[in-house]
């Protein structure tokens, strides 16, 4: 249920998952932010794993070797089927989100690309809502149908309406599930908070629709990161992430992430070899030295997004909504003016640029309905509710006073006709 404070829309927080560092066999496990601060240094027994803290880059694209014992022995050889560099930066992301197993892509895309491709086939259905991540809708739309794959675009964050769903689907292949063998045939897919309307999936209620109907639950985990969120301990089957926005956090590099049980990755890590999905080992290191920053990055970021947030809503005359969530650090909100007012709004902003990305620590705005989600058409963004006076906010780590009083001043321009 949505709570309403003011005009800010503060979405219940349904994802925090349960903390770790509990004891097991007398060992205590290290917490999430222990983890995340010592993100690469953590496999043991790897050869190539370097020193502490001088961990090499492997640039090579292939390896030499003097026998072919040895080459059957090594764990690479040849860099699109696998890297030290990539390798670190998945098991970090696997231990954050206590997975078995996790795998390293060229980008965001290039995960959901091979899990959606590996798990499924002709045939399939594939059910998600169309608010995604506009890259994530045109897969979907321009290529996972030509696979023969069915595309259903419902809202499947709302339980009720993905049950009866997968409900009418279940009837309509109840021959086929009845011989069933382990072949996956209905997936659910979906994020954990949407953009720019920052709805909150309830997980739980999703995952046990899904093992209810037998079809999997994938979850996009980018906005609410793996910190904060843990989709696979509320039942969630894989999880997917861009780590381009807040894992990589600084704007300098495109990576992804699958992470779950070692059978399901599998599947996907198949396809991003097959299909050349890998990830180049600067990106790959990069990206594991920006995890030791998460959880002080995140933290920041959180609660001055929530600050902006409730200051954004105190501005009635100029702002219509406000989407939120506790613990996210982009929001948005909808300004009188329509386009006209959001350009305003732009137009008046000076230390905030315009951006369209998000995750960094520099704090940036867009505007939905000319950049992420544009591709739509107006008639699909209103019937979302993605109206064209919407702006959204990712918010860094800069001081708050700063960001305010930029920010501040441009939303009351949305409605100053001078
Ligand atoms: C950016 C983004 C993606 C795609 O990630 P890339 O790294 O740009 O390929 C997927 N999902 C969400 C929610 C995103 O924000």
Not at 95 to 118: F, H, I, Y
Not at 216 to 221: P, S
Not at 284 to 298: D, E, G, K, P
Not at 386 to 397: A, K, T, W
Request: charged share 20%.
């Amino acid at each position: 249920m949505d709570v309403r404070v003011g005009e800010l829309v503060l979405h219940e927080d349904e994802g925090a998952g349960k903390e770790n560092g509990h004891q097991e066999n007398g060992r205590k496990e290290p917490r999430y932010a222990t983890i995340a601060a010592q993100a690469g240094f953590c496999q043991e027994g790897n050869a190539f794993s370097g020193t502490k803290h001088g961990k090499a880059i492997f640039t090579a694209s292939v390896y030499e070797f003097e026998t072919l014992e040895e080459l059957r022995a090594s764990t690479y050889s040849y860099r699109r089927l696998g890297n030290p560099n990539s390798d670190d930066l998945a098991h970090a992301l696997a231990c954050l989100e206590s997975a078995e197993s996790g795998l390293a892509t060229s980008s965001g895309m290039g995960a959901v690309v091979a899990t959606v491709l590996g798990l499924l086939k002709g045939g399939d259905t594939v059910f998600v809502h169309g608010d995604t991540y506009g890259g994530t809708f045109s897969f979907f739309e321009q290529d996972v149908r030509r696979f023969g794959i069915h595309v259903e675009m419902l809202d499947v964050m709302d339980v009720l309406q993905l049950d009866s769903a997968l409900a009418r689907w279940h009837h309509q292949h109840q021959q086929q599930l009845e011989g069933r063998n382990d072949d996956v045939r209905a997936l659910v897919f979906c994020e954990s908070i949407t953009n720019p309307l920052i709805r909150v999936a309830d997980v739980p209620g999703m995952s046990a629709v899904c093992r209810k109907h037998g079809a999997l639950l994938v979850v996009d985990n980018t906005f609410g990161t793996p910190l904060r969120r843990k989709p696979l301990l509320q039942g969630a089957n894989i999880v997917v992430h861009s780590a381009t926005k807040f894992i990589g956090g600084h704007s300098d590099l495109i990576a992804g992430a699958v992470v779950g049980p070692a059978k399901l990755v599998d599947r996907a890590r198949g396809v991003a070899h097959r299909w050349g999905l890998t990830i180049s080992p600067f990106d790959a290191w990069l990206c594991t030295r920006s995890i030791r920053t998460l959880q002080v990055r995140m933290e920041r970021a959180w609660v001055t997004a929530e600050r902006l947030a409730e200051r954004v809503a105190a501005e009635e005359r100029a702002v219509v909504r406000v989407h939120a969530a506790p613990q996210c650090a982009v929001f948005s909100f909808e300004v009188a003016g329509g386009a006209e007012g959001a350009s305003r709004v732009f137009d008046k902003l000076s230390l905030i640029k315009i951006a369209p990305s998000l995750g960094g620590v520099t704090t940036t705005v867009s505007h939905p309905a000319t950049s992420s989600h544009v591709s739509l058409g107006a008639a699909e963004r209103a019937r979302l509710g993605i109206p064209d006076g919407l702006i959204r906010i990712s918010v860094g780590v800069e001081d708050v006073e700063d960001l305010a009083h930029d920010l501040l001043p441009a939303v009351r321009a949305a409605v100053c006709h001078v």
